[in-house]
C-alpha cells in the first residue's frame, strides 16, 4: 500500500475510480493505482477486481513468455556448444592418428543417427516453400510452423485468466435507466495491449542487423526477417482489438452519450494511442512490396521504417508509460544495432593507412571491369585488398560506393576466398548487376570513366561495413558430397565453398559439381580466373561443371539444340566452355533432376547443396531437397539421404 501522494499521470487514470475518497493505493505493476477499499458501487467493485486480477495476471503471462523464449535461446546457445559441428581439422586428425590417406570416419552412433534421422525428417516435411505464397511470400513451412506455434501461444494468453461477466451499474445523478454496462472487454482488451507491448522488443530483435539471436543460433539474420514481419502484423491485429474494445466501451457502452466519449477521447494518453495506432497502420501499408517498388523505393522504406518504429515507440510510452519496461530494451536494442554498425565500418577503416602513410579514416579503392547488357542489365566486377581479418566463407559486406550516396550501402557476398596475404591484405572480389537505383548510378559512372580511359581500366571507392551471416561451410567435412547450384551473380555465394573444395586433401569418394544458369555465353567472363582455377584444380576431386546458357540470341536459320542438351558438361581440365544454344527463351536448369541425379550417385555420406539465385529457383532447390531426404533411411545408415540445403535468395538469375 501507498499513501495518497501520487504522480499526476496515475491520477488522470483513475479508471472509474474516485481518488478523492481514497483511504490507500495499491499499486500494480504496469498498470494504474487500485484505490481500497473500493468506494464504488457493489457491481463496479466487482468489475475493478476483474480488471485488476486479469492485469496482473497478464504481466505474470508475459513474464513466462519472455522466459520461454531465453530458455530457448539459453538451450540453443549451450547446444551448439556442447555439440559443436564436426570440421575439417578432426578428419586430419583422424588421418594422422590413424595414417591412413583417407580418413574413415567412425560408424555412426545411435545419438548420432537418431539426430540425423530426426533433421532428416524434419527437413523431408518443413523444408518446402510454405503454400499461400501471396500471403506469406516464399518463406519454408518452418518458418509457417513457427510463426502458428507464436500466435497460438500468443492467443491462448490473450483468453485465460480472466473472469468473463457483465456487471450493470448505476451512475450517480442519472435517471435509474440510465446505466453503465460493465464486460470482461475491458480486461481482455487491457490484455491484449500489453502482450503487444510485450512482442514490441522481440519484434526489434529480429530486425537487427548485428543480431544477438544470430550469434546465440547460428542462424543468419536475414533468417528472422519474416518473422520480424508478422510479429509487427500480430502486434498491429493486438492493438486492432485493444482500441476497438476501449472504443466500444467508451463511446457505447459507458453513459451517458456522448458526454463520457468527449471526455475520455481528450485525454492525453487516449490521443497519443491513436497517434501510435495510425503509424502502425502506416508501418504497415508501407511495408507492401507493391508500394516499395512503386511509390517509396526500398531506401526511402528503411529509412522512414526506422524513424516512424522509433516515433511509434515514443508513442506508446505517451499512451501508458507503464508499461515502459518493454520498450526501453526495444529501444537500446536498437541503438547498439546502429552503433556497432558505425564501431564494425570504423575498425575496417580507421587506422594507420600504409600506403598513404597516415592514420585516419580510408575508402577502399576498387579496380572495377564492366559489361554492357542493355538487354538484363549491366554487370560490374570490383576487385581490391583490405587490410582486415579474414571472413567466413558465405558470409556478407554491406558497401557504400562514394560516388554516389553515403547514406546507401547494399549487402555484397565475395567470391574470393577469405586469405589474409604475409602483409595482412585479404582479397575482395564482387560482382553485381545494375538494375536500378544506386547500383545502376554507379555502372554508369564506372562506365563513363571507362570510356575517358584509354587504358581500359578505372577504379571506384567503396566503404565497407561487415561481415554478416554466417559460415556456411561449417561441419564441411570431407565425407560431405557438395553440390552448388547458382543463377546468374549467384555464383559469388558458391564459387569460395568450391575454391575451397579444390585446394583441400582429395577424397576420391566425394562427388563435387556445380551448376549454373546465366543469360549469355560472354556471362563466363565474370569469373573467368576463378572457373580456371576449378578447371585446373578440380581434376583431382572429379569436380563437374554443368553451365546453362537460359538467354543467349540465335541467329536466324542456326543450328539449335534442343532440351537437355542445352546444358554443357564438361571435363573440369578443358581448357575451354562449349555451350549449346537454343532459339526459346528462359530454359532453365531443371533443378529438381540436378538434385536427384547428383543424390542418386553418391557413393557414401552425407550431401549438402548450397544454392543462390531468385525465389523461383530457390523455391525448386527446397522442393528437390525435401524429396531426397528420408528420416527413415538415415536411421538405418544410408547417409546420402541425408540432404542439407543452404541457400541465399538475395540474387536473381
Request: charged content about 20%; glycine content about 8%; overall charge neutral.
Amino acid at each position: 500500500m501507498e499513501s495518497l501522494t501520487t504522480p499526476n499521470s496515475i491520477l488522470r487514470r483513475q479508471h472509474i475510480q474516485n481518488f478523492s475518497e481514497a483511504s490507500q493505493l495499491e499499486p500494480h505493476w504496469g498498470y494504474a493505482y487500485r484505490v481500497v477499499p473500493c468506494t464504488n458501487d457493489p457491481g463496479s467493485c466487482a468489475y475493478l477486481d476483474v480488471v485488476y486480477d486479469a492485469h496482473d495476471t497478464g504481466m505474470l503471462y508475459t513474464g513466462i513468455f519472455w522466459a520461454t523464449v531465453l530458455g530457448i535461446l539459453l538451450i540453443w546457445g549451450i547446444g551448439r556448444r556442447v555439440f559443436p559441428a564436426r570440421e575439417p581439422v578432426d578428419d586430419l586428425l583422424a588421418q594422422l592418428s590413424t595414417n591412413e590417406s583417407t580418413p574413415q570416419r567412425p560408424k555412426p552412433s545411435f545419438l548420432s543417427r537418431s539426430f540425423g534421422a530426426v533433421a532428416s525428417s524434419v527437413r523431408h516435411h518443413l523444408l518446402p516453400t510454405a503454400p499461400l505464397r501471396t500471403i506469406f511470400g516464399h518463406t519454408t513451412r518452418l518458418q509457417l510452423v513457427i510463426l502458428a506455434v507464436l500466435t497460438s501461444y500468443l492467443s491462448i494468453w490473450s483468453f485465460v485468466g480472466i473472469v468473463y461477466g457483465k456487471w450493470v451499474t448505476p451512475i450517480k445523478g442519472q435517471p435509474a435507466d440510465v446505466v453503465n454496462t460493465r464486460t470482461s472487454l475491458g480486461p481482455w482488451a487491457d490484455r491484449v495491449g500489453v502482450l503487444a507491448y510485450a512482442l514490441t522488443p522481440l519484434s526489434v530483435l529480429f530486425a537487427a542487423r548485428e543480431s544477438i539471436l544470430s550469434a546465440v543460433t547460428g542462424v543468419p539474420y536475414t533468417s528472422f526477417m519474416f518473422l520480424h514481419k508478422w510479429t509487427g502484423y500480430i502486434i498491429l491485429v493486438q492493438s486492432l482489438l485493444h482500441t476497438l474494445g476501449w472504443v466500444l466501451i467508451e463511446g457505447w457502452l459507458y453513459k451517458p452519450q456522448p458526454d463520457v466519449w468527449n471526455k475520455w477521447v481528450v485525454q492525453e494518453y487516449a490521443i497519443w494511442g491513436f497517434v501510435a495506432l495510425g503509424l502502425l497502420v502506416l508501418l504497415w501499408i508501407c511495408s507492401f512490396q507493391w508500394v516499395i517498388k512503386n511509390i517509396t523505393g526500398y531506401e526511402f522504406f528503411r529509412k522512414a521504417h526506422y524513424v516512424m518504429a522509433m516515433v511509434y515507440i515514443g508513442a506508446l510510452i505517451g499512451h501508458w508509460e507503464e508499461l515502459q519496461c518493454f520498450l526501453v530494451p526495444g529501444i537500446v536494442l536498437w541503438v547498439v544495432d546502429r552503433l556497432a554498425r558505425l564501431v564494425r565500418m570504423g575498425m575496417l577503416h580507421c587506422g594507420y593507412q600504409r600506403k598513404e602513410g597516415r592514420w585516419g579514416f580510408s575508402s577502399a579503392e576498387a579496380e572495377a571491369k564492366f559489361w554492357k547488357d542493355e538487354r538484363f542489365g549491366d554487370v560490374v566486377r570490383l576487385d581490391f585488398e583490405h587490410h582486415q581479418k579474414a571472413w567466413s566463407i558465405g558470409q556478407h559486406f554491406f558497401l557504400c560506393f562514394t560516388e554516389g550516396s553515403l547514406w546507401q550501402s547494399h549487402p555484397f557476398t565475395p567470391l574470393s576466398l577469405p586469405q589474409i596475404n604475409n602483409v595482412g591484405d585479404v582479397k575482395h572480389s564482387y560482382i553485381f548487376r545494375a538494375k536500378g537505383g544506386e547500383t545502376r548510378k554507379i555502372a554508369r559512372v564506372i562506365e563513363e570513366k571507362l570510356k575517358e580511359q584509354k587504358e581500359g581500366r578505372t577504379t571506384t571507392n567503396v566503404v565497407l561495413q561487415g561481415p554478416y551471416g554466417e559460415n556456411i561451410v561449417e561441419g564441411l567435412t570431407q565425407d560431405v558430397n557438395v553440390l552448388c547450384v547458382a543463377g546468374g551473380t549467384g555464383i559469388t555465394y558458391v564459387l569460395p565453398v568450391l575454391l575451397r573444395l579444390v585446394r583441400e586433401k582429395v577424397n576420391p569418394d566425394r562427388k563435387i559439381e556445380l551448376v549454373w544458369a546465366v543469360k549469355r555465353k560472354q556471362d563466363l567472363e565474370w569469373v573467368e580466373p576463378e572457373l580456371e582455377e576449378l578447371r585446373r584444380l578440380g581434376a583431382a576431386h572429379g569436380l563437374q561443371i554443368r553451365i546453362f546458357v537460359t538467354a543467349e540470341d540465335v541467329a536466324p536459320g542456326a543450328r539449335t539444340t534442343t532440351g537437355d542438351e542445352k546444358k554443357v558438361s564438361e571435363d573440369v581440365d578443358s581448357k575451354s566452355v562449349s555451350v549449346g544454344s537454343d532459339e526459346s527463351q528462359n530454359q532453365r536448369p531443371d533443378v529438381n533432376v540436378a538434385v536427384n541425379e547428383f543424390v542418386a550417385n553418391v557413393a557414401q555420406g552425407s550431401t549438402r547443396v548450397f544454392g543462390s539465385g531468385p525465389p523461383s529457383m530457390i523455391t525448386e532447390l527446397r522442393e528437390a531437397v525435401a524429396q531426397r531426404n528420408s528420416g527413415s533411411k538415415v536411421w538405418k545408415g544410408e547417409g546420402r539421404f541425408d540432404v542439407r540445403l543452404v541457400c541465399d535468395d538475395r540474387l536473381e538469375w
